[in-house]
C-alpha cells in the first residue's frame, strides 16, 4: 500500500468509498488492519471504523514483549467508531477477568450480530446480564464462562448459530431458553454440565452437536431438524432404557437424514442375550451414519449396531470408525450366524476407519457385502499399528468374497486404487 498511485500519482485505494475501504479492512487480520495506520495522516484512523474486530492469536503474537492484551482491547473499543457488527476474542494468553464485562457495556448492543468469546485459561466467569441486552445476535460462541439469562428474558428473536463449550449452565431451564430462540438453526454444546433430560426445541432447528452427558433427550417441534452429532464424556448409563428411548426420540425427527453416534450408545438394544433382528420403531429419513469408537469386542455392540443398521430403510450411506485391539472369536461367530438382509438394498458407500482387519472386523465387512445390493463403494482406511500396507491386502481378501452387487468397488486408503 506504500505504492498506492505509482503510475499516476493517485492515491486511488484513498479515494474510495467508505463502505468498500471498510469492506477491505474487515478481511484484513486485527494485526495488519492496525498497520494501516502507519501509512498516512488519512489513514490514521479509519481501522477505528471497521465493523469488525478479531482478537485471535495472530493479534496476540503482536505483542509478545510484555503489552498485555486487556488493556489494548479496552483502549480499541473505548475509541471505535460507527457500527460494530461482529466482535471476537479467541486469545489462549487472555484469562477469565472482570475486564470482559467491561468489554460488552462497550459493545454496541443496536448493530452487534456476532459474538465470540473463547476465554481458554482460567476459572468459569459469570458474564455480566448486558450481554442479554443485545438483540441483533446471529451467531453467539461462548466458551469458559456460565451462562445464566435472567428470569423474564424473552431469548434472542435473531440468534441463528449458538455455540457453547465449558460453559456453566442452568440445566432445568436451557430447554426454555432455547424454546425462547426460534431462529436457531445451528446448536452446539460441548462439555456443558449434565442434563437429566436434554430439551431441545427448534422449529428451524438444522444441526445439533453435543459432546457431554445427559440421562435422556427430547425433541420438541423440531421439523426442519436433519444432522445430528451426538457423542458423551463419560461411560453411558444403559440402564432404564437409554438405547431404545433414544432411537426412540431421534425417530420422531421427520427430516433426520444424518447421523454420528457413538455405537455404545445403542448396546442396551441387547438384551436378554440378544438383540431384536429389526427395531419396531424405524428411522425413515436417514441417509447417512456414522458410528463412533465400534467395539469389535463386544457382541451386545455389535448385534446393537447391526439391528439399529437394518432399522434404516432407506442408509445410502455407512462409516464405522473402529476401535479394536483383541480378537474375540464370539464376536466373529455370531456375525458368520447372520443371514443377509435386504432392506440394506439403498446401501451405496461403506468406510471402515482404524481397520485392523482382524476377523470380528472382517466379517461384519462379510455381512455387509452379502447385504447391500446396491453397494458401489467399499473404503478402508487402516490403523496404522494394525496394517502397514495400505489395507490393500485386506482389500484383496475382501473382494474374494460374495457380492450382493456386482458393481461393488473397493478402494484403497488413498483413494486411488480400485479392486472391482
Given at each position: 500500500?506504500?505504492?498506492?498511485?505509482?503510475?499516476?500519482?493517485?492515491?486511488?485505494?484513498?479515494?474510495?468509498?467508505?463502505?468498500?475501504?471498510?469492506?477491505?479492512?474487515?478481511?484484513?487480520?486485527?494485526?495488519?488492519?492496525?498497520?494501516?495506520?502507519?501509512?498516512?495522516?488519512?489513514?490514521?484512523?479509519?481501522?477505528?471504523?471497521?465493523?469488525?474486530?478479531?482478537?485471535?492469536?495472530?493479534?496476540?503474537?503482536?505483542?509478545?514483549?510484555?503489552?498485555?492484551?486487556?488493556?489494548?482491547?479496552?483502549?480499541?473499543?473505548?475509541?471505535?467508531?460507527?457500527?460494530?457488527?461482529?466482535?471476537?476474542?479467541?486469545?489462549?494468553?487472555?484469562?477469565?477477568?472482570?475486564?470482559?464485562?467491561?468489554?460488552?457495556?462497550?459493545?454496541?448492543?443496536?448493530?452487534?450480530?456476532?459474538?465470540?468469546?473463547?476465554?481458554?485459561?482460567?476459572?468459569?466467569?459469570?458474564?455480566?446480564?448486558?450481554?442479554?441486552?443485545?438483540?441483533?445476535?446471529?451467531?453467539?460462541?461462548?466458551?469458559?464462562?456460565?451462562?445464566?439469562?435472567?428470569?423474564?428474558?424473552?431469548?434472542?428473536?435473531?440468534?441463528?448459530?449458538?455455540?457453547?463449550?465449558?460453559?456453566?449452565?442452568?440445566?432445568?431451564?436451557?430447554?426454555?431458553?432455547?424454546?425462547?430462540?426460534?431462529?436457531?438453526?445451528?446448536?452446539?454444546?460441548?462439555?456443558?454440565?449434565?442434563?437429566?433430560?436434554?430439551?431441545?426445541?427448534?422449529?428451524?432447528?438444522?444441526?445439533?452437536?453435543?459432546?457431554?452427558?445427559?440421562?435422556?433427550?427430547?425433541?420438541?417441534?423440531?421439523?426442519?431438524?436433519?444432522?445430528?452429532?451426538?457423542?458423551?464424556?463419560?461411560?453411558?448409563?444403559?440402564?432404564?432404557?437409554?438405547?431404545?428411548?433414544?432411537?426412540?426420540?431421534l425417530s420422531c425427527l421427520p427430516a433426520l437424514e444424518e447421523l454420528k453416534l457413538q455405537a455404545n450408545a445403542l448396546e442396551?438394544?441387547?438384551?436378554?442375550?440378544?438383540?431384536?433382528?429389526?427395531?419396531?420403531?424405524?428411522?425413515?429419513?436417514?441417509?447417512?451414519?456414522?458410528?463412533?469408537?465400534?467395539?469389535?469386542?463386544?457382541?451386545?455392540?455389535?448385534?446393537?449396531?447391526?439391528?439399529?443398521?437394518?432399522?434404516?430403510?432407506?442408509?445410502?450411506?455407512?462409516?464405522?470408525?473402529?476401535?479394536?485391539?483383541?480378537?474375540?472369536d464370539s464376536v466373529a461367530g455370531f456375525l458368520r450366524s447372520q443371514e443377509p438382509f435386504e432392506c440394506l438394498a439403498q446401501?451405496?458407500?461403506?468406510?471402515?476407519?482404524?481397520?485392523?482387519?482382524?476377523?470380528?472386523?472382517?466379517?461384519?465387512?462379510?455381512?455387509?457385502?452379502?447385504?447391500?445390493?446396491?453397494?458401489?463403494?467399499?473404503?478402508?482406511?487402516?490403523?496404522?499399528?494394525?496394517?502397514?500396507?495400505?489395507?490393500?491386502?485386506?482389500?484383496?481378501?475382501?473382494?474374494?468374497?460374495?457380492?450382493?452387487?456386482?458393481?461393488?468397488?473397493?478402494?484403497?486408503?488413498?483413494?486411488?486404487?480400485?479392486?472391482?
Open positions: 500500500m506504500d505504492d498506492l498511485g505509482l503510475a499516476s500519482g493517485v492515491d486511488t485505494i484513498t479515494t474510495l468509498p467508505r463502505s468498500i475501504i471498510e469492506n477491505i479492512l474487515s478481511r484484513l487480520p486485527l494485526r495488519e488492519m492496525v498497520r494501516t495506520s502507519l501509512l498516512s495522516r488519512e489513514w490514521k484512523h479509519k481501522w477505528l471504523t471497521c465493523p469488525e474486530l478479531v482478537f485471535d492469536v495472530w493479534f496476540d503474537q503482536m505483542f509478545l514483549t510484555g503489552c498485555e492484551l486487556n488493556p489494548i482491547i479496552h483502549h480499541v473499543l473505548r475509541h471505535h467508531r460507527g457500527p460494530l457488527l461482529r466482535f471476537t476474542v479467541q486469545v489462549p494468553s487472555i484469562r477469565s477477568c472482570p475486564e470482559i464485562d467491561e468489554w460488552l457495556h462497550l459493545l454496541p448492543n443496536h448493530t452487534l450480530q456476532d459474538l465470540f468469546l473463547r476465554v481458554s485459561i482460567g476459572g468459569e466467569r459469570r458474564l455480566t446480564t448486558h450481554l442479554f441486552t443485545f438483540q441483533h445476535l446471529r451467531n453467539l460462541s461462548l466458551e469458559s464462562c456460565t451462562f445464566h439469562p435472567p428470569l423474564g428474558f424473552e431469548g434472542f428473536n435473531k440468534l441463528v448459530t449458538l455455540e457453547l463449550q465449558n460453559v456453566g449452565l442452568m440445566p432445568d431451564r436451557f430447554g426454555d431458553f432455547l424454546a425462547s430462540c426460534s431462529a436457531v438453526q445451528t446448536l452446539k454444546l460441548f462439555h456443558c454440565p449434565a442434563f437429566n433430560c436434554l430439551e431441545i426445541t427448534g422449529p428451524r432447528l438444522k444441526l445439533l452437536e453435543f459432546d457431554g452427558i445427559f440421562s435422556s433427550i427430547s425433541f420438541k417441534n423440531c421439523p426442519l431438524l436433519r444432522d445430528v452429532r451426538l457423542a458423551f464424556s463419560l461411560e453411558l448409563n444403559m440402564e432404564n432404557g437409554f438405547s431404545l428411548s433414544l432411537v426412540e426420540s442396551g438394544l441387547f438384551r436378554y442375550g440378544a438383540a431384536p433382528v429389526k427395531l419396531a420403531i424405524a428411522l425413515k429419513s436417514l441417509k447417512n451414519l456414522h458410528l463412533t469408537n465400534m467395539y469389535f469386542e463386544k457382541i451386545a455392540e455389535i448385534a446393537s449396531a447391526i439391528s439399529f443398521i437394518r432399522s434404516c430403510p432407506i442408509l445410502q450411506k455407512l462409516r464405522i470408525t473402529g476401535y479394536t485391539y483383541e480378537v474375540v446401501l451405496k458407500s461403506i468406510k471402515m476407519q482404524l481397520f485392523c482387519g482382524n476377523d470380528s472386523e472382517m466379517e461384519f465387512l462379510k455381512y455387509m457385502l452379502a447385504s447391500a445390493a446396491a453397494l458401489e463403494e467399499t473404503a478402508i482406511t487402516p490403523h496404522s499399528g494394525c496394517v502397514t500396507d495400505g489395507g490393500e491386502a485386506i482389500l484383496n481378501e475382501l473382494k474374494q468374497y460374495p457380492r450382493a452387487s456386482s458393481r461393488a468397488e473397493f478402494i484403497s486408503s488413498d483413494g486411488k486404487a480400485r479392486f472391482p
